[in-house]
């Protein structure tokens, strides 16, 4: 449910884990079976073949491609203009303390909640944490990410000594990046549930908002233990797939709550 009808990025490991990976967003030559979905590209002033992922088969063949990781676009054939949910991605320097990134997301936790807002968490797999927001394809690319932007000003205002919004990495003082601008049409990170290809093989695991304490690491689930986390555990992200915040109201009690 979490990949239908998203054109996917792929992120190639053909050679494996030891090798350089790359992109791949163009496809030639496919099964017949194999649905696609071209779009154009202003950047590349060109139509662009993108892979869909439907079914198993097609999860399958990617993987047989090297696609370790799997990044689908954030909205759905038919309505590629407007995302389905946004994203902050709270990204650390290497070496930092992950207690940090679980205070920031505590503190997300917060403000999403003065602006009577769910939000949907999950580990990256690899340094940090990613929290969704359901759209329900709702609001164009440009309004989510406006949104998203202004949260993360409230978080970067609140705990300005560990939180930045500075794109340029030099320029960040060893905080961690507070993520917007993930929210583009056809941007992409690597999905809820997918493997990351890392040492371990590290999975990108949805996680209860209580479960953010002591002892959570970005890379705690894997390809060892995340089948029996599944077994024991509902589907946490999907009803993010079954609902939209209203932006304005949102907006309105965030205004009113945090004044």
């Known amino acids: 449910p979490h990949l239908v009808d998203r054109p996917q990025s792929l992120h190639r490991h053909p050679n494996g884990i030891q090798e350089e990976g790359f992109y791949q967003k163009d496809n030639e030559s496919l099964p017949e079976w194999m649905k696609t979905k071209i779009i154009y590209s202003k950047s590349s002033e060109r139509?662009?073949?993108?892979?869909?992922?439907?079914?198993?088969?097609?999860?399958i063949y990617m993987a047989n491609l090297g696609c370790i990781e799997i990044n689908p676009w954030n909205s759905?054939?038919?309505?590629l203009d407007f995302p389905d949910y946004g994203i902050i991605d709270l990204d650390p320097p290497d070496g930092m303390d992950f207690?940090?990134?679980?205070?920031?997301?505590?503190e997300f936790k917060s403000v999403l909640d003065a602006a009577d807002i769910e939000g949907f968490f999950k580990t990256s797999g690899s340094k940090g944490l990613h929290i969704f927001i359901p759209i329900g394809a709702k609001y164009s690319y440009e309004e989510v990410r406006n949104c998203i932007k202004l949260l993360c000003y409230y978080v970067s205002e609140r705990l300005p000594k560990i939180a930045t919004m500075e794109r340029?990495?030099?320029?960040?003082?060893g905080k961690i990046y507070l993520d917007y601008l993930q929210n583009r049409r056809g941007q992409t990170i690597a999905s809820v549930y997918s493997v990351r290809p890392l040492k371990g093989a590290p999975v990108s695991m949805p996680i209860d908002w209580s479960e953010l304490k002591n002892g959570l690491s970005p890379q705690k689930f894997d390809i060892q233990n995340a089948q029996n986390r599944l077994s024991k555990k509902k589907e946490?992200?999907?009803p993010m797939l079954q609902q939209s915040i209203d932006m304005e109201n949102a907006l309105i009690q965030l205004e009113n709550n945090l004044q």
Do not use: D, W
């Open 236 to 238: 946490l992200f999907l």
């Open 76 to 79: 759905r054939v038919g309505s």
């Open 168 to 173: 340029r990495i030099k320029n960040r003082e």
């Open 47 to 59: 139509n662009i073949e993108y892979l869909l992922c439907q079914n198993t088969a097609s999860l």
């Open 99 to 106: 207690q940090n990134v679980i205070r920031i997301a505590k």
